[in-house]
């Protein structure tokens, strides 16, 4: 690679009534961690290895398909199956959420 970055921490000292440094070898290693982190992000490293762990929005998407078909639709405001009609007519105006053909809100219907 032949590369580097110097990382740039800080910590704040604790003091006691006289003056006297209370946590100097904790804040010298927070600071110290706090570049090293900052020199890490600064490459951007761990990132690939973080996008393997999470799935991404595009697979859990592909994995999520259902058959349509076989899915039964139920109206949100009645709790009622939806029937054909009234799924191709959500789908004709572009309405996501399902509703009966009693309870689609009025402006879903108009183009």
């Known amino acids: ?3 580097s970055h110097m990382g740039e921490g800080f910590s704040r000292y604790q003091t006691d009534d006289k003056g006297k440094i209370i946590n100097r070898h904790y804040a010298i290693r927070s600071a110290t961690k706090d570049g090293i982190r ?3 992000s600064f490459f951007g490293i761990g990132k690939d ?6 799935p991404t ?9 259902v058959d349509h ?3 039964k639709l139920i109206c949100i405001k009645c709790n009622r199956e939806s029937r054909d009609y009234e ?3 959500l789908q004709s105006h ?14 879903f219907l108009k183009k």
């Open 94 to 107: 572009n309405v996501k959420l399902t509703y009966c053909e009693d309870h689609i809100p009025s402006h």
């Open 87 to 89: 799924v191709r007519l």
């Open 1 to 3: 690679m032949g590369r």
């Open 69 to 71: 078909s076989i899915q």
């Open 38 to 40: 900052d020199a890490i």
């Open 49 to 54: 290895l973080e996008s393997s762990k999470k």
């Open 57 to 65: 929005v595009a697979k859990v998407k592909e994995n999520e398909r």
